[in-house]
């Protein structure tokens, strides 16, 4: 049974979980045309922790449009950062390595849609920090994951929390028939 285990990405998985943009002067020589400063912005994209791939323009307006366009012809990621891929944590961002793998009870399609169940397995691992997955998502809480090595939810180490805050309630019930700019 445990042969239909598959590795699943988190829906929000990012191929990039880092890009750095960083303006180099350079000091230009030349008997022609004269000496002067110059720049140019290097990008650089990476991936858990693992610089991908590197990029540069002639300056910061260049950089910011041309990534979109970067980003759409994307590489596929080499090898060796797939095998770092299986040893790290799944939450986007995190470059910690994996200690504990959940299996999805169910799977959800992009929607949050309940799918069919298949006779695979889909699992995702983590770290001691994101193994607690709360209960928000449908597919991607704790209690939709089983736990398959001997750390879940409450072996979490993770200390840091963001409340939300309340920002009130808009009633849109009630027609504003008051004149355009005095309402």
């Not at 928000?136 to 001997?150: A, G, Q, V, W």
């Not at 840091?160 to 009630?174: A, Q, R």
Request: charged share 25%; glycine share 8%; hydrophobic share 30%.
């Amino acid at each position: 049974m445990l042969n239909n285990l598959y590795h699943k990405r988190c829906h929000n998985y990012e191929v990039y979980d880092k890009l750095s943009l960083e303006v180099v002067p350079r000091y230009k020589t030349s008997e022609l045309s004269g000496d002067e400063w110059r720049i140019s912005v290097h990008a650089k994209w990476f991936f858990k922790g693992v610089l991908i791939k590197e990029t540069t323009y002639h300056d910061m307006q260049a950089a910011l449009m041309m990534l979109p366009g970067e980003w759409l012809n994307e590489v596929p990621i080499p090898g060796g950062i797939l095998a770092k891929e299986r040893q790290s944590c799944d939450q986007p961002g995190c470059s910690q390595k994996a200690v504990g793998r959940l299996q999805l009870k169910r799977e959800t399609d992009a929607q949050g849609n309940w799918l069919e169940p298949t006779s695979l397995m889909p699992y995702r691992q983590f770290c001691l920090t994101h193994i607690e997955r709360g209960d928000c998502s449908r597919e991607d809480c704790d209690d939709n994951y089983i736990p398959l090595d001997k750390v879940a939810a409450p072996d979490s180490q993770n200390v840091e929390e963001h409340p939300s805050i309340f920002g009130g309630v808009l009633d849109l019930t009630e027609e504003d028939t008051s004149p355009p700019g005095e309402g």
